[in-house]
């Protein structure tokens, strides 16, 4: 019975109708009851991004047995914090943000709407994971991710998460996997970035694109972990401060 | 001869025209040559969020002695990538984002734009500062902090940064400051944060609002400072591993 008290609440920023939200949700059915708040369409890259100029608003989308589903015109943030607001009527035990068609290792972490979702989750003092996939295929196998998710998201509300702590969680793109690691975000940058698109008698227009070039591959890191064939769980910290630099900046001049 | 080999890209969320931004320039005037690229309208609470589902597009929006400004169709860090991609010949020694008419300290670094600036900028491997004034006026008197500004740019363009590593610099809303205080972001959260919007014969609109209550005040903490009158520089770091967490989650059954 212990199951049907478990509160799960899901977002994502690929949008309510993509496959890997409604994966995400066949796997977690079993835990425990969902709700579901996610955005009416894509965001992806949208980051911890608010909706600030316009109001935000949600309706009911869907409804079953343990699950209710509400598509909401805001960001992954404004729907966590839309859903925390307005439709539970207690705090969830979980925020699970996912799972999203495409890679939010390393610096990814900083542009993802998914790892938005989980950031918001975790400011809140809910335990929070995200999950992503390393396929940007609208029609992804999520299926070999089934046991995982569903282990892992088992994990963290057996053990639960410190204060500030939340759980970003990469899938290779592999039938099957190696098993899991706990790693570290590894250092590199995106590179190439832009590409223009002419625009008839004006200056052009760019899509962004780009690549991601690390600059090291410990076997610690996230990027070890996916080449390999591994499940990277990187555990992410909402406090973002450089402790390193507090002493270090006492021998800068700093009056003026 | 060095100040003119100086070159300081420039960049906002509050839009091209805000008071901070052309104040900000101002003050950086004498440090070097500026670019500056930013949003041609209001992006606040954009974060590190990215343009993906349209293109996007920059033009020249004025242009002085040792000054170039371009007003940009993207988020934020869109317009340090584009910048980087298709204004500048050689990589820039400082990116600068600000002046924010309002608070990034504390968690709100996670949904600033300013701050998405910064953060982009040290992605890149450029040391990186952002600043923000504690008052929303968009006409708040920027003047007090003329010395702060130019003196911690100064600071930076001297000592340099760790890769990774971004400054974080919070003004406290008064005439005057009583120095300067290096320190650590304060753990608290945003309550009470929408307000309806009732909409004639449909469900109810929402506005983002809410107030930040702290949960602690050390005396090393961004919001001690602020609250002392101190303006808090914050070392924030891009890699959000928790560390702590790896050897931790070693006793964790991740065997699926």
Redesign the interface.
């Known amino acids: 019975m212990k199951n049907e008290q478990t509160l799960i609440l899901i977002s994502n920023d690929d949008g309510i109708t993509a496959k890997g939200i409604n994966e995400l949700i066949r796997m977690l059915r079993p835990l425990g009851e969902l709700v579901v708040m996610a955005p009416d369409s894509?965001r992806?890259?949208?980051?911890?991004?608010?909706?600030?100029?316009n109001?935000?608003?949600?309706?009911l989308y869907g409804q079953e047995d343990g699950l209710t589903m509400y598509s909401c015109s805001g960001?992954p943030?404004?729907c966590v914090?839309?859903a925390l607001?307005?439709v539970l009527t207690r705090k969830p035990d979980l925020v699970v943000g996912g799972i999203n068609h495409g890679d939010n290792s390393a610096?990814n972490?900083?542009?993802s709407?998914t790892m938005?979702v989980v950031?918001e989750g975790c400011?809140?003092?809910i335990p929070s994971i995200g999950f992503s996939l390393c396929d940007h295929d609208p029609d992804a196998d999520f299926t070999p991710l089934t046991?995982?998710v569903?282990?892992?998201t088992r994990?963290v509300l057996r053990?639960g998460l410190?204060?500030?702590?939340c759980l970003n969680v990469n899938f290779p793109l592999a039938p099957r996997f190696n098993?899991?690691k706990?790693?570290?975000?590894t250092?590199g940058?995106?590179q190439q970035?832009?590409v223009p698109?002419p625009?008839p008698h004006k200056?052009?227009?760019?899509?962004?694109t780009g690549s991601f070039h690390r600059s090291e591959m410990g076997e610690?890191s996230d990027a070890w972990a996916l080449e390999h064939g591994y499940v990277a769980?990187?555990?992410?910290?909402?406090?973002?401060?450089?402790?390193e630099?507090?002493d270090r900046?006492?021998e800068?001049?700093?009056?003026?």
């Not at 706990?182 to 975000?185: D, G, I, K, P, T």
């Not at 800068?252 to 003026?256: H, P, S």
């Open positions: 894509p992806s890259g949208a980051a911890c991004s608010l909706t600030v100029v109001p935000v608003h949600y309706t960001t943030v404004d914090k839309l607001h307005s610096v972490v900083h542009y709407g938005g950031l400011m809140k003092g046991d995982y569903q282990g892992i994990q053990h410190p204060e500030g702590v098993g899991v706990v790693c570290r975000q250092r940058q995106w970035e832009w698109c625009r200056a052009d227009y760019y899509w962004l610690d769980i990187t555990p992410v910290k909402t406090d973002v401060t450089a402790y630099m507090l900046m006492k800068w001049n700093l009056k003026f």
